[in-house]
């Protein structure tokens, strides 16, 4: 069972909506990040929080918007999607001064109609 | 320019075959090379850590080695459980950014 728990699994979404993706981690961990993943490819860096601060973007759309609420959650919250953004979205966690050992959750799929 | 490159693409195993994956990296100041294994719809899971070369790491059926230039993930005797996409990953200076591979997809066949 994975100790990095995303909600909701599945989302579908119009290009005018607003909607958020969940992420909690109970492990302690103070490294929180989120990836994209398209189908047959690698996952792709979006943001990564340390202890609760943003401390990389890679340069993504400000139509991706995320939080880190305290050291447990991450959300990512989306506004004005476009299709192409439909993807599988992985939320990991991390000791604080580890960046390789990553426990992923099992991912949000979202599809932006 | 890709700096982690994984082959091959695809491997199909009967069970019982040995075999190894390669994963060539060109990165200059290399912080770390992880193996994560990744089921379909799933999050990617961490298998091993290396950091230096000469290296190796056990679990199961798996031994992953370092080079200076790659690193290999040999399965020994694999079962169809073994089937998944492995990546692997880099981490050079900058803290906290992992540059993936593209994965090899393996399938172990009864």
């Known amino acids: 069972d994975t100790e990095v728990t995303q909600t909701p699994k599945h989302l579908v979404m119009g290009m005018t909506n607003k909607k958020s993706l969940k992420c909690e981690q109970h492990m302690g961990h103070r490294a929180m990040y989120w990836y994209k993943q398209k189908a047959k490819k690698p996952p792709e860096l979006m943001f990564v929080?340390?202890?609760?601060?943003?401390?990389i973007n890679e340069s993504v759309p400000s139509r991706f918007s995320p939080e880190c609420p305290n050291s447990s959650l991450l959300n990512l919250h989306l506004h004005a999607l476009q299709p192409e953004d439909s993807a599988l979205y992985l939320c990991?966690?991390?000791?604080?001064?580890?960046?390789?050992?990553?426990?992923f959750g099992e991912g949000s799929r979202l599809t932006v109609l | 320019e890709d700096q982690v490159t994984q082959s091959p693409e695809a491997l199909r195993l009967q069970e019982g075959e040995s075999s190894s994956l390669n994963c060539s990296y060109t990165?200059?100041?290399?912080?770390?090379l992880f193996w994560y294994r990744q089921d379909p719809g799933k999050g990617p899971e961490f298998l091993f850590t290396l950091y230096s070369a000469g290296e190796e790491k056990e679990k199961e059926r798996l031994k992953a080695t370092l080079t200076k230039k790659e690193s290999f993930l040999h399965i020994t005797a694999p079962k169809p459980e073994d089937s998944a996409t492995y990546l692997c990953?880099?981490?050079?200076?900058?803290?906290?950014?992992?540059?993936f591979g593209a994965g090899t997809q393996v399938v172990v066949t009864p």
């Open positions: 929080y340390s202890y609760e601060k943003l401390s």
């Open positions: 990165v200059s100041g290399l912080r770390g």
């Open positions: 990991a966690s991390s000791q604080a001064d580890e960046g390789g050992e990553l426990f």
């Open positions: 990953a880099v981490r050079e200076d900058s803290w906290g950014k992992l540059q």
